[in-house]
C-alpha cells in the first residue's frame, strides 16, 4: 500500500555533510510516523529519527545535534539533514513509514560511506 524510496546517499568525508531523501507513494495518508533506521555490516538495525505528522521529532543520542530529520506532508517526503558526520555514521539508511504498532512499511535503504 506504501512504497518508500530512499536517495541521497554517497560518499563523504569526516565532518561532512548529507541530506537523504525518502520518497513514499500509494496509501499515503495512511502514514503516522515516519523514520529514518541505519544498519551497519553485521550490526543491528537502529533507529536514528522519527518524525509525527505534525512535525514534532525526536532522535537517537549519537544523532541529536549533528541530524534533522523534517517531512513534508505537500510532497510525501522526509528528510533527514546530517552533518559532522563520522566514520561511525557508516551504514545504510533506511526510511520507514508507520501506520500503527503492527504495520510498517520499509524502503530498500540508501548507503551512506563516511571516508577520508
Known amino acids: 500500500q506504501v512504497q518508500l524510496v530512499e536517495s541521497g546517499g554517497g560518499l563523504v568525508q569526516p565532518g561532512g555533510s548529507l541530506r537523504l531523501s525518502c520518497a513514499a507513494s500509494?496509501?499515503?495518508?495512511?502514514?503516522?510516523?515516519m523514520a529514518w533506521y541505519r544498519q551497519a555490516p553485521g550490526k543491528e538495525r537502529e533507529l536514528v529519527a522519527h518524525i509525527t505528522t505534525g512535525g514534532r521529532a525526536t532522535y537517537s543520542e549519537s544523532a541529536k545535534g549533528r541530524f534533522t530529520i523534517s517531512r513534508d506532508n505537500a510532497k510525501n517526503t522526509v528528510y533527514l539533514q546530517m552533518n559532522s558526520l563520522k566514520s561511525d555514521d557508516t551504514a545504510v539508511y533506511y526510511c520507514k513509514a508507520v501506520r500503527d504498532l503492527t504495520l510498517a512499511y520499509w524502503g530498500q535503504g540508501t548507503q551512506v560511506t563516511v571516508s577520508s
Open positions: 500509494g496509501s499515503t495518508s495512511i502514514i503516522n510516523i
